[in-house]
């Protein structure tokens, strides 16, 4: 295990592995998120809140990733912050909303509209470890399932919340070829702010960008049905 952490810890990534890391993340939170649903089905409610935090970290790690196609390969100290980041929710969350916010406004990907509240991050990260762990509140124990099933509406929320981001996600990252085309594409479209050029030359050559992005998609909807 050692060796493992030792082997990819801090090492820069080329585009191909931010891709694939995207992709694994979102296989993983639907992952998660297909389990929280088995768990809630059985009345395994406390399990199944804390897997759906899980679900909605793994999602979070893909802007994360996908910020890294601008990193010099040579900077180290920008390495060593990515990895450190990858593994801090709060850090996660805010680059969740920064990611909505550039596919809101250049792929018209509304589903991103109901990003956290501010402030409900911390309940979350709470929540989750309140349905892994005996607590004490209050001048007494409580058990997991306990908080889990005074908060079911809490639950369906986030189950609601969950898929609605799954199902956003899996058109950008449901295979490892849209993940190479988000990159490909994000990189073709802030190279463009580089150049001096006017507005609206420049939300022209964007318009263009996004085209091609969805014919890609588009001709990939076809392979994978």
């Known amino acids: 295990m050692k060796n493992f952490l030792k082997k990819f810890k801090g090492k820069p990534l080329n585009d191909e592995k931010a891709a694939i890391g995207m992709h694994y993340c979102f296989l993983n939170a639907k992952d998660l998120y297909e389990d929280a649903k088995l768990l809630k089905k059985n009345k395994r409610y406390s399990r ?8 909605l970290e793994e999602l979070a790690k893909i802007p994360i990733l996908l910020n890294t196609i601008f990193y010099p390969k040579d900077d180290d100290e920008k390495w060593n912050a990515f990895w450190k980041s990858f593994n801090t929710h709060s850090d996660k969350q805010i680059m969740w909303s920064f990611y909505g916010e550039y ?6 990907n509304y589903s991103f509209e109901d990003r956290y509240p501010p402030g409900l991050q911390p309940l979350l990260e709470k929540g989750k470890q309140l349905c892994f762990y005996v607590n004490f509140f209050e001048n007494d124990f409580i058990k997991p399932d306990d908080f889990a099933k ?3 509406e809490w639950l369906n929320w986030i189950i609601e919340f969950t898929e609605k981001r799954i199902k956003s996600f899996s058109s950008f990252h449901s295979s490892l070829n849209r993940s190479r085309v988000v990159v490909k594409h994000t990189k073709n479209i802030f190279s463009l702010f580089k150049n001096n050029m006017g507005e609206a030359e420049l939300k022209s050559l964007i318009k263009d960008i996004i085209k091609d992005t969805i014919n890609e998609f588009r001709k990939l909807s076809d392979i994978e049905s």
Do not use: H, P
């Open 48 to 55: 199944a809140f804390s897997l759906l935090i899980l679900s």
């Open 103 to 108: 596919l809101e406004k250049y792929f018209n």
């Open 150 to 152: 005074d908060n079911i």
